[in-house]
């Protein structure tokens, strides 16, 4: 699989961009390792053949402890890599491989048929327990190793969605969703026992209340839809404070779940952890109200308020960062007394673009810099370093962490 990215202009950022830095914990200069190719100015066609290096439109990562290990979901390529320890060194080669015969082989399910070590667009990755968890997005399982892999190769130990691992239809073949199937599911998230699945395809969120034990155990509770077996965009009817589009990554902030909801271009963001199936959000932000869901808020370029297509979100302290994707920027907010006071609110914090008005590649569509990015997935903070999966650039950023008030 190859790539082709054209490089129109070369920029560095400006003294607003620089304030702007500031405003988030993240270290000034940008990020301090860099995983992936380097772009040089002499390069209008970049060629991604796979290698122990070169990724392709990575969408996700977990780094398991400050020191390591750390594993990329490699996207376009259908692998993992993975790193023994936390890389010190730009492009530094992975460690391990999971997902295809070596490092220099892709191809859906590795060009054979779905098995234990296979994937079809790997997506969110989390650490669960010992363990982790990854989305195998377009097999429409959800992929677990009770520990956390440690070598290439080693085979996955449960598979949620199917009930094998060599089955990967949408929903098991069916039009209907029901508690154990997945349809496209995007993102994985692990808190305090519960395992969280945003299950992209059928516009929900899968909760299971304890990690599973068995292949295609059913999920315990559902958000985003008003039962088990429903999967209409906003649960078929206009956007509101319990329907989504296309959820993509969850975490939580202090006590209170929060869901990207790319597809509505809003950060949903309930009170607590939900009980109770499709209990409704306390608040978003991206938009002014809950019916309202056009990207930037229906104008071309963002404001400190609006989003495009948010698929990343992790939270650090008293912060809430935003990988605001289809404006190639990050954005956060401050923590509040009143959650309901986020709505419509501007951000406090913006990282990778000139002012809050701009939204191209790499800030004025320049080659890469450390401290810009290029539609970015995914993101995940684990102790003071904040991983983010760049995909635009085909890059992982492994970005320190400050600690500001």
């Known amino acids: ?235 078929g009817a206009t956007a509101s404070a319990s329907s989504m589009r296309w959820c993509h990554d969850i975490t939580v902030w202090g006590k209170n779940l929060v869901v990207t909801d790319a597809g509505n271009n809003r950060v949903m963001i309930w009170d607590g952890i939900p009980s109770e199936n499709n209990i409704p959000c306390a608040v978003v932000v991206g938009q002014k109200s809950f019916d309202c869901v056009e990207l930037n808020q229906g104008v071309y370029f963002p404001n400190p308020s609006s989003l495009s297509m948010p698929y990343g979100v992790d939270a650090v302290d008293d912060w809430l960062i935003v990988a605001d994707t289809a404006n190639s920027r990050l954005l956060g907010w401050k923590k509040v007394d009143d959650i309901r006071s986020l709505m419509g609110k501007d951000a406090d914090g913006l990282l990778g673009q000139n002012g809050f008005h701009s939204k191209s590649e790499n800030s004025n569509f320049g080659l890469p810099k450390r401290n810009t990015v290029n539609w970015s997935y995914g993101m995940q903070i684990c102790g003071d370093i904040a991983v983010i999966a760049d995909s635009g650039n085909n890059r992982i950023l492994l970005w320190k962490m400050t600690a500001i008030s």
């Not at 290698?51 to 376009?76: N, Y």
């Not at 997945?182 to 998230?189: D, E």
């Open 1 to 235: 699989m190859y790539f082709k990215t054209k490089i129109t202009s070369t920029s560095k950022i400006s003294p607003e961009a620089n304030l702007s830095l500031l405003q988030l914990p993240l270290a000034k200069l940008g990020a301090e390792v860099i995983l992936g190719k380097p772009i040089t100015p002499e390069q209008l066609a970049v060629p991604l053949a796979p290698s122990a290096i070169e990724m392709f439109a990575p969408r996700g990562a977990c780094l398991v402890s400050e020191k390591g290990s750390l594993w990329v979901s490699d996207t376009g390529h259908h692998r993992l890599l993975g790193w023994k320890n936390l890389p010190t060194q730009n492009s530094q080669p992975a460690d391990w491989v999971i997902g295809q015969p070596d490092f220099f082989h892709e191809g859906q399910n590795a060009k054979t048929l779905p098995g234990r070590t296979t994937f079809n667009v790997p997506t969110g990755i989390c650490a669960c327990g010992e363990g982790l968890a990854v989305a195998d997005a377009w097999n429409h399982r959800v992929l677990i190793w009770k520990k956390v892999p440690q070598d290439s190769h080693v085979p996955a130990d449960l598979v949620l969605g199917q009930v094998d691992f060599t089955e990967n239809k949408p929903n098991r073949g069916k039009y209907i969703a029901a508690a154990n199937t997945l349809n496209w599911c995007y993102g994985v998230f692990y808190h305090q026992g519960k395992l969280f699945v945003a299950d992209t395809g059928n516009r929900r969120v899968l909760i299971w209340h304890q990690l599973p034990t068995e292949n295609g155990q059913p999920a315990d509770l559902v958000l985003g839809q008003p039962d088990m077996l429903s999967r209409n965009e906003n649960g």
